[in-house]
């Protein structure tokens, strides 16, 4: 299978324009840049795509033991750049994929021009001297909600969200149509999500760095934030006047304007 | 909705001198919206769009044992939750509520006051404006507490079940092992390999094969199909597969070893109950500059030949009956040269039986498998193996059964040292 489709790649906005590729987290697919991609189109060649186990991209392409590390993931996101011959990417990584983001950076800075970090964490579970906000047992507190929603996922209906609607009936019973997870990988991700560690590695990235963080987020709160801005060298850092974890969607505007003038910036 | 009246009025309402139905009607309409929302049997909540609470009904405040000052205009819907919960809430919640207005019947915890958790079944909209912007959400929360305890009975059963179908499936590829050599043994002057298809991870299938020294630079060889699958299978599998090399100990003359082959399966299993299998058994003799093969055979399907010199043929030893159905069961042999370039494949039906259309049920079958075996020749062992291999993968869900292949091959470029 191609790496369009593994990875349901969708390639939208100007043709020739400079490249933003789009990252989405841990809970969601691309349909979390719903409101920010069509602006973004306006002046740049906006690369969309779903990580393995998420959205629209190939279950078959689910490795267990791939995707127990970021590392997995930054691979597949060169993988992509590689197959459609990206240039001087604006890599825009949500959430986790910001880490995913600077791993691959880190391996390919040729490849990158900027990184935009948007509600980044390094590690999520405090440590000596760090505090990430969460402590191990919360996270398996989150497992446990996963186990207990399984939302818009059963197994009758996986042959109509892996694309193969034989049963199109289905699909209009669906009631949470965006971001349907098999709950198997779901718990995976959530693992790599919370119990990565990349603090390591933020002194490595070279690529001209723009944090984004929102004013109140539990999950990346805002210590986090300047945390990451005073290991990566000569990064920006803008506090969004939002609440929540996803900008993206609670204050699309004004993301938008981050990414685009941190991006068309030469 | 109206539980609990007893009595409910008809559409035309109390009729006259019916006191008591008009009473009840009376108190129904004195129901008002105000007490409906107060005391409903479920939890009200709206909040703003970052999910600042801004207004809570009595019952909520009452389960969580807060007063309507401490939450109103104080705390978000998110600081109810326990932290697993808001993880769960902003990774998951949040996003879908806001790209879809709505999310249904979602498993939370609250975290009442004193410190207890409350589940909880909670469902959120969006309210909007008249021009469709978003303005508030409202949240209804039910006490589930006797439906997640039953959920999580459902889920760890089902974690245990899924354990235990790991532990089945280990089990099987373990003992699946036992009875099939780890690796070939090296048989001077010949290649050999072999390949062994699952076709369930969750049953043992009960194919089989070997390859053993006999002594003087003879080898024994043997490859057959248990009739069955699962543990009984396993059973008589492993006691075919010593009895063989018990058999071929004592006389390794092909028809003797299938004879007594015979002789044990029907001593060891009653005429009731009987229990057999397919096998192919071969002797090979180096002679000069190949082997000479000698193969008796139980009612299995003949071995090809792919010979140097680019043809193919099957091997038949007619006659042969299924090993262990009848008590004076005759076997007959034949005899082969293999030379430099020819390979011998032996294999089980799997292969020949395996769909190659589902729908219409169309299986592979001997004729195919000839004409795939002349295509290939000359070949390899290792080549005959891999393209095998190959044409199993090529049929995918179509290869219903275990499948085993063995190839034996003398070299092309093998020159006989002078002794």
């Known amino acids: ?266 | 909705m109206m539980s609990g009246i007893g009595h409910v009025p008809s559409s035309t309402g109390p009729e006259n001198g019916d006191v008591t139905e008009e009473t009840i009607f009376t108190a129904l309409l004195e129901d008002s919206a105000e007490d409906l929302y107060e005391n409903a049997p479920c939890g009200y909540l709206s909040t703003l769009l970052d999910g600042q609470i801004a207004k809570v009904n009595t019952t909520l405040l009452r389960w969580l044992g807060y007063t309507r000052d401490d939450l109103v205009g104080r705390r978000r819907f998110a600081d109810l939750l326990t932290v697993g919960g808001k993880l769960y809430h902003e990774t998951h919640f949040a996003p879908l509520l806001r790209m879809q207005g709505e999310i249904g019947g979602v498993a939370l915890e609250l975290r009442a006051a004193d410190g207890s958790q409350l589940p909880v079944l909670v469902t959120s909209t969006v309210k909007n404006s008249a021009d469709g912007r978003p303005l508030l959400i409202r949240t209804t929360i039910f006490d589930a507490r006797d439906r997640r305890t039953y959920e999580r009975e459902l889920l760890r059963a089902r974690q245990e079940a899924d354990l235990e179908r790991e532990r089945l499936q280990s089990l099987v590829a373990t003992l699946q092992r036992t009875l099939l050599p780890p690796t070939l043994l090296t048989v001077p002057g010949l290649e050999t390999a072999a390949y062994y298809h699952t076709a369930s991870s969750d049953q043992l299938g009960g194919d089989f094969y070997d390859l053993f020294p006999l002594g003087d630079g003879r080898w024994g060889v043997f490859l057959g199909d248990v009739a069955g699958k699962g543990p009984d299978a396993a059973a008589v599998t492993s006691l075919t597969r010593y009895t063989l090399r018990a058999a071929a100990a004592y006389d390794p003359d092909p028809v003797a070893v299938l004879g007594n082959l015979n002789a044990v399966l029907r001593q060891e299993y009653s005429s009731d109950d009987p229990r057999y299998c397919t096998v192919i058994y071969g002797l090979l003799v180096p002679d000069g500059d190949g082997f000479t093969a000698t193969l008796a055979s139980g009612g299995h399907p003949a071995a090809l030949l792919l010979r140097a010199d680019g043809t193919a043929d099957y091997q038949f030893t007619p006659g042969g009956l299924l090993v262990g159905i009848l008590p004076d069961a005759r076997f007959t042999a034949t005899t082969v040269r293999i030379t430099g370039g020819d390979t011998l494949l032996l294999y089980t039906d799997g292969l020949t039986e395996a769909l190659t259309d589902v729908a219409a049920g169309a299986r592979y079958g001997d004729e195919a498998l000839l004409a795939f075996a002349a295509d290939l020749a000359p070949t390899t062992a290792s080549g005959a193996i891999r393209a095998v291999t190959d044409l199993l993968a090529a049929f995918g869900e179509g290869v219903e059964d275990d499948t085993a292949a063995l190839a034996l091959g003398v070299p092309a470029s093998l020159i006989q040292e002078p002794t």
């Not at chain 1, 690369?47 to 127990?68: I, K």
């Not at chain 1, 986090?224 to 993206?248: E, Y």
């Open chain 1, 1 to 266: 299978m191609d790496v369009r489709s593994r990875y349901n790649v969708v390639v939208t906005g100007k043709n020739g324009g400079p490249v933003v590729m789009l990252a989405h987290g841990f809970g969601c697919d691309q349909n979390l840049w719903r409101l920010v991609a069509p602006a973004l189109a306006e002046d740049f060649q906006v690369v969309l795509f779903d990580h393995v186990g998420s959205g629209r991209s190939d279950p078959s392409a689910w490795r267990t033991e791939r995707y127990s590390t970021l590392d997995g993931y930054a691979d597949d996101v060169l993988q992509i750049c590689r197959e459609l011959d990206l240039q001087q990417v604006v890599f825009v990584g949500h959430s986790v994929s910001a880490m995913i983001g600077v791993l691959a950076a880190i391996r390919e800075p040729d490849r990158f021009a900027k990184l935009v970090l948007l509600t980044p964490s390094p590690r999520y579970v405090d440590d000596a001297g760090y505090r990430g906000g969460f402590t191990q047992a919360d996270i398996e507190e989150l497992l446990e909600s996963l186990d207990s929603n399984y939302l818009g996922w059963s197994a009758a209906m996986a042959p109509v969200i892996m694309g193969n609607p034989d049963r199109p009936e289905l699909g209009e019973e669906l009631t949470n149509s965006f971001c349907r997870t098999d709950p198997r990988m779901a718990r995976v991700f959530a693992r790599t999500t919370f119990l990565s560690d990349n603090r390591a590695d933020l002194e490595k990235v070279t690529v001209p760095t723009l944090v984004i963080e929102c004013a109140s987020d539990v999950i990346a709160p805002r210590e986090v934030g300047a945390f990451i801005h005073a290991k990566i060298a000569g990064s920006r850092l803008v506090t969004l006047d939002a609440v929540g974890h996803c900008p993206q969607l609670s204050a699309p505007e004004a993301t938008t304007r981050a990414i685009a003038s941190f991006a068309a910036d030469s």
